[in-house]
């Protein structure tokens, strides 16, 4: 069975490489490893040093070469940047191959969803958003929801600390593209069953989080489960969708600046006779960076430095008619077994249901990870991947491990 990965060569799509060929999985005999980036995807296949890798140059943009690139393939991780989410899907609408990719920034996924009816006439499946959230934040939601009659909240949080020596470089924690898109696009929230548009940063709210974070300053930003719980959920009468995030200060403090210069706003600038995306600029500015200043000092910082993580998902509904609250912990802690992966809570995730797609697990359609997976199969498979999932139901305030 042979997955591919687009993106391969990137923080995310590495992790998750990493990840299908570990001791957890089983299913995947080999993955084709797509990135336009030549040096980079040469530079992965010699740290991973596995003969199951095979490495392929190709844009994302080029939907011919990818048409090309995945006839055969079992099943296409989509670990590139969200901007290429349609061309991608749509590449593998015409080869019949499972898709699956991190999510959309909202607007991306409802247009993504719009597919749904050609993926089922086409017998495909697509997950859209399966990472760590969107994704694990969305089987945490169906966990409960599940076992509730009526839904009239859901209330989502991710938190993240990085534990050890902090790195004297600026290393994003996922797409600098995506962070300042989150800090400076009005965000959608689906409050007293309506979207409301509020500004970026706003609705500052500390929550309390089990040590070593502790309380943190959560705001909202756009995100993609609001695109599809307010609808996944409406039969169970939800009346409110939210989402906040809360990053470690020091990543916040730039991501926030950033955007007040003016990145994640200006889409194009031109100096003199060149035309310049300011995005483009950054994000390449800050790998070349990254890149000249590894040093042997700041390379073990890193090293001995992991983060710590939770997704939290608070639902609110009722259960033969009494009030139940269950607040749901997903939660990342530094592992030996982690090393070498950037992002285990968003690779991991990925690499999971990749895998339930190339099993034929998943129906045809375009599907929201809350309307396909088995959400206790999933939590399972993390849970053996070394997570922690707490969960607490208010009514009789039971505390239990998953």
């Not at 940047?81 to 590449?91: D, E, F, L, R, S």
């Not at 990085?162 to 996922?174: A, D, H, M, Q, R």
Request: hydrophobic residues 40%; neutral net charge.
């Amino acid at each position: 069975m042979q997955v591919a990965v687009i993106g391969a060569a990137g923080n995310e799509g590495s992790g998750i490489i990493r990840d299908i060929l570990s001791k957890w999985s089983e299913s995947v005999d080999n993955i084709l490893a797509i990135d336009r980036n030549f040096e980079k995807l040469e530079n992965l296949r010699l740290a991973i040093d596995d003969a199951r890798v095979v490495t392929k140059v190709v844009d994302a943009t080029n939907k011919k070469a990818l048409v090309e690139a995945l006839k055969g393939v079992q099943a296409c991780i989509n670990a590139a940047n969200y901007t290429v989410n349609i061309n991608v899907m749509t590449a593998c609408l015409e080869t019949r191959t499972p898709y699956l990719d991190l999510g959309g920034m909202y607007y991306t996924t409802l247009e993504q969803k719009k597919l749904h009816e050609k993926f089922i006439k086409k017998g495909v499946p697509a997950v859209l958003g399966m990472g760590s959230a969107p994704g694990c934040t969305n089987i945490l939601v169906k966990y409960a929801a599940d076992k509730l009659d009526t839904v009239e909240k859901v209330n989502l949080y991710d938190a993240s600390k990085v534990l050890g020596p902090e790195s004297p470089l600026f290393i994003p924690p996922y797409s600098i593209k995506t962070l300042l898109r989150e800090f400076s696009a009005e965000s959608i929230q689906y409050i007293s069953g309506e979207f409301r548009m509020i500004p970026a940063g706003s609705g500052k709210e500390v929550v309390e989080f089990p040590e070593p974070l502790g309380k943190v300053e959560c705001v909202y930003t756009l995100h993609s489960e609001i695109a599809t719980l307010p609808f996944s959920l409406k039969g169970k009468g939800v009346k409110e969708v939210t989402w906040k995030l809360g990053l470690p200060d020091n990543i916040k403090r730039v991501v926030v600046s950033l955007v007040a210069c003016g990145f994640g706003v200006i889409k194009e600038l031109r100096m003199k006779s060149i035309i310049i995306n300011p995005e483009d600029l950054l994000e390449a500015l800050i790998q070349k960076n990254i890149q000249e200043k590894l040093d042997i000092h700041s390379s073990k910082t890193i090293e001995e430095s992991q983060s710590y993580e939770i997704i939290r998902a608070r639902v609110v509904g009722k259960e033969k008619n009494n009030q139940v609250i269950y607040t749901m912990d997903l939660i990342q802690e530094p592992q030996k077994d982690y090393r070498g992966i950037n992002d285990p809570i968003t690779a991991i995730p990925a690499s999971i249901v990749a895998e339930m797609l190339a099993r034929g697990e998943i129906p045809p359609g375009a599907w929201a990870p809350e309307e396909c997976i088995d959400a206790v199969k999933c939590l399972i498979e993390m849970k053996k991947r070394k997570f922690k999932i707490n969960i607490i139901r208010e009514e009789s305030l039971n505390f239990y491990q998953f």
